[in-house]
């Protein structure tokens, strides 16, 4: 099996390398390495215009949108370069996946309305999806929208949790429902959402890594306008599945895994046992070994996905497969590091006073604190999760039980 890419490909990466190792500034290489969340609005703000100059603002979205049309397999190059110089994957929720929904099924207005803001940086998304009792079992949501007496708005009325950042977002993307006589998926619909809009509150949570990305959305008699529903009335569920295959890929979180375990060896040459670098203990040796095997194995699966090997008539369980294994190996990948740094992973990276994490250490200690040292146990505690968000382990492997083994 032949897995080389292209020469016509890997002159675009040398094209793309160059171009982050000119633009990536010290200030976005400080938010890609050290994972800290939310990245602030004007690093992101400054950092997408930087990509949209280039014409790389949006690399997955179609050319008459302001899209690349690049390949499955530039994208794919695309995003490992962007990681591995610990660059910023911009508005995720908006570009990633707001906007798909609303090319592929949005009007002229929406589209003309919302994606030229969020190409140019100057609009931030959040997602409402989850609430707190309909988190797994999505169909389930109860945030209500009704239309008004005049039919011009639509009334929304509800709470939302683990909403991606929303204590930065102008915008928001929800799943509310909009018919409560009929199934479960065949009630909600997806409606743009104005996050200054009276009756809206947010409230970050404060998780156990120190960051505050996400929150729990409030709201109360929020109008909104007819025109902000997306599509028909009664398709967001079939709009949440189309999300799903678009990004069917980065749910591998593959780019993330090998940047990881380099970090992870790179720590491991400098840290020593009786005088031995770690990396070379067989026991360590034994675990990178693994985990390295596993990343390379997963990563093949997913170049097979972007060359759309005998997958389309299955594709869901590939998805969820993908994302077991990804999230797996962010967990495997992220306590590797931990454990190679001993109790120097205790140092979390500052998020300022107030915030979990400890203060600013002085200068003095900096000989103590390599630069590998910052934001490892940051990261560590965030990827706990990881077999959580965007889809629990346990309800992945009932898709995969049932939609490949029949079960």
């Known amino acids: 099996m032949h897995f080389e890419f292209s020469p016509e490909d890997e002159a675009f990466r040398q094209e793309v390398r160059q171009f982050f190792q000119e633009s990536v500034s010290r200030e976005v290489a400080h938010y890609g390495f050290e994972g800290a969340h939310p990245v ?22 179609p050319q008459e949108f302001g899209g690349t049309g690049w390949s499955a397999i530039r994208k794919h190059i695309f995003l490992e370069e962007l990681v591995n110089a610990d660059g910023l994957d911009y508005g995720w929720q908006g570009t990633h996946m707001m906007a798909p929904v609303v090319i592929a099924f949005g009007n002229q207005w929406q589209q003309e309305t919302f ?7 100057d609009v931030f998304w959040c997602q409402g999806f989850s609430e707190p009792n309909s988190g797994s079992d999505l169909a389930s949501l109860k945030t209500r929208a009704e239309l008004d007496e005049a039919g011009t708005h639509y009334i929304v009325n509800g709470q939302k949790i683990w909403t991606s950042d929303a204590k930065i977002a102008d915008w928001g993307f929800f799943l509310v429902r909009t018919d409560a006589t009929v199934k479960p998926q065949r009630g909600i619909s997806f409606l743009l959402i104005d996050m200054k809009t009276p009756g809206i509150t947010v409230r970050p949570i404060v998780s156990i890594d120190g960051g505050d990305g996400l929150a729990e959305v409030f709201l109360e008699n929020v109008r909104v306008p007819k025109e902000n529903l997306v599509g028909e009335p009664g398709m967001g569920w079939t709009y949440a599945k189309y999300l799903l295959e678009k990004e069917r890929t980065s749910s591998a ?15 491991a040459r400098h840290e020593t046992v009786d005088g031995v670098p770690l990396l070379e203990t067989p026991a360590f040796a034994r675990r990178v070994g693994e985990i390295e095997t596993d990343i390379l194995a997963l990563e093949w699966s997913v170049l097979r996905v972007l060359a759309q090997e005998s997958f389309r008539d299955n594709l869901d369980a590939v998805v969820s497969t993908l994302k077991v294994r990804g999230s797996e190996l962010q967990q495997r990948v992220t306590e590797l590091q931990v454990d190679a740094l001993g109790p120097r992973a205790l140092r979390f990276f500052d998020h300022g006073p107030g915030r979990l994490g400890h203060e600013h250490v002085s200068s003095e200690w900096d000989d103590l604190w390599p630069a590998y040292v910052p934001g490892r146990s940051n990261m560590y505690f965030f990827q706990r999760a990881a077999t959580i968000y965007g889809g629990a382990r346990e309800v992945q492997k009932n898709i995969i039980a049932k939609l490949a083994f029949g079960l």
Not at 115 to 121: I, S, Y
Not at 253 to 267: G, T
């Open 40 to 61: 602030p609005r004007d690093v992101l703000r400054t950092w997408q215009k930087t990509l949209h100059a280039r014409g790389w603002g949006a690399p997955h979205w």
């Open 115 to 121: 994606l030229p803001p969020l190409l140019a940086g």
């Open 253 to 267: 979180f593959i780019y993330f895994n090998k940047r990881e375990l380099e970090k992870a060896k790179a720590i």
